[in-house]
């Protein structure tokens, strides 16, 4: 496992899909949690928001499958400090388990750069907008 504060932080909004395979692909929740602002929100789920611990736990929970994941960037939109990422992502293989696994969906997130000129997720919606349509 390589250690959390060797996997460099993306300079460029471009990047940090790319920062974030990398991180994944470690299967530690440290090294993938750094690249969200603290009060980041992540979506595990169509409906469900979790933030702080729960998102940790909800981003381990993907990890402990022990399944690498490729991502392929689509669109970068950058506004300031604000960027749109559409990424489309597949996590396949043999899990952990013994079961294969194949998730795969198109990712829109929402990240910022911080004062230190390093981005992190605000939003991580990796299902985008997959899945059923809210009930009224």
């Known amino acids: 496992?390589?250690?959390?504060?060797?996997l460099p932080l993306a300079r460029s909004a471009a990047e940090h899909p790319f920062v974030f395979e990398r991180a994944?692909?470690?299967?530690?929740?440290?090294?993938?949690?750094?690249?969200?602002?603290?009060?980041?929100?992540?979506?595990p789920e169509h409906g469900r928001l979790v933030?702080?611990?729960?998102?940790?736990?909800a981003n381990d929970a993907?990890?402990?499958l022990r399944v690498p994941i490729r991502?392929?960037?689509?669109?970068?939109?950058?506004?300031?400090d604000l960027a749109l990422l559409i990424v489309d992502f597949v996590i396949e293989?043999?899990?952990?388990?013994?079961?294969?696994?194949?998730?795969?969906?198109?990712?829109?997130?929402?990240?910022?750069?911080?004062?230190d000129g390093f981005w992190r997720y605000v939003i991580d919606?990796?299902?985008?907008?997959?899945?059923p349509p809210a009930t009224p």
């Open 24 to 43: 994944f692909n470690t299967f530690d929740p440290a090294a993938v949690d750094r690249l969200y602002e603290p009060g980041a929100g992540f979506v």
């Open 93 to 115: 293989g043999v899990a952990a388990h013994g079961d294969g696994v194949r998730i795969e969906g198109t990712a829109t997130d929402v990240a910022r750069r911080g004062p």
């Open 51 to 57: 933030t702080g611990p729960d998102r940790f736990r």
């Open 1 to 6: 496992m390589t250690h959390p504060t060797s």
């Open 71 to 80: 991502v392929a960037p689509r669109h970068t939109y950058v506004v300031g």
């Open 62 to 64: 993907f990890l402990r």
């Open 125 to 131: 919606n990796p299902f985008g907008v997959a899945g």
